[in-house]
């Protein structure tokens, strides 16, 4: 079945230590997101990429980086430069073709703490 | 630019009576609205949208929400609630036409009573 895999489910970091959030899709989907979600603030872009090889500041992309090597494939590395990174992550992906539904699919996410 | 707001962080039913969740959207042209249903410590499943079609969409689960350009509305509402309608809910305007991004509201918590 096509979906959005999203690893660990669960992850601790220490401070100070840089990790990396895995988010694998096989839809085929030209674009690819991730989301940060705290209590009671929704979610909030980090990133996104909407074809291999580039990818794009979302609104708190501070501390974090991406790639986008494959199109099946857009990691998003927490840095030790973000200051609060406890949240839970949210990967999506969606096709860029307006002929079609805008259908977005959601990994299940990964919970980062920081210990 | 887009944004959309919830009305109600919280709202509390009673099983079996109808479910109203609430959202205004701003968009600068005709937008694409979604609702999302999120339980905890789980990723996002999507319960409807809206695309310029029928103004009335009908849902999974039972929800439906009706598009009203002149309210610059979308609310949510299911005519009897479940205890398994007890979720997070997420109204969502997409920036179709740059770069497909969702901007979310900030989250209605249902609880559903026995």
């Known amino acids: 079945d096509g979906g959005i895999t999203q690893s660990p489910k669960y992850l601790f970091r220490k401070e100070g230590q840089n990790v990396t959030l895995s988010c694998e899709q096989n839809?085929?989907?030209?674009?690819m997101y991730w989301y940060r979600q705290d209590p009671g603030q929704g979610l909030r872009l980090i990133y996104y990429?909407?074809?291999?090889?580039?990818?794009q500041k979302g609104d708190i992309a501070e501390g974090y980086s991406v790639s986008r090597e494959k199109k099946e494939s857009f990691p998003l590395t927490v840095t030790s430069a973000q200051k609060n990174p406890t949240a839970f992550y949210l990967c999506?992906?969606?096709?860029?073709?307006?002929?079609?539904?805008?259908?977005?699919?959601f990994g299940s996410g990964t919970r980062l703490t920081v210990v | 630019a887009q944004s959309v707001t919830q009305l109600d962080s919280h709202v509390s039913v009673s099983e079996g009576t109808p479910v109203l969740l609430r959202c205004n959207y701003s968009?600068?042209?005709?937008?694409?609205l979604f609702w999302y249903v999120q339980h905890p410590n789980k990723g996002l499943q999507l319960l409807l949208k809206?695309?310029?079609?029928?103004?009335l969409v009908k849902g999974i689960n039972g929800f439906e929400a009706e598009f009203k350009k002149s309210e610059t509305s979308f609310h949510l509402t299911k005519p009897s609630a479940h205890m398994s309608d007890a979720a997070e809910y997420f109204c969502?305007?997409?920036?179709?036409?740059?770069?497909?991004?969702?901007?979310f509201g900030q989250g209605t918590t249902l609880q559903v009573k026995p």
């Open positions: 999506a992906s969606k096709t860029m073709d307006r002929g079609k539904d805008y259908g977005y699919t």
């Open positions: 969502v305007v997409s920036d179709r036409i740059n770069t497909g991004k969702l901007i």
């Open positions: 990429s909407q074809i291999v090889n580039d990818f």
């Open positions: 968009s600068s042209y005709s937008p694409s």
């Open positions: 839809l085929n989907h030209d674009a």
């Open positions: 809206y695309t310029s079609a029928a103004t």
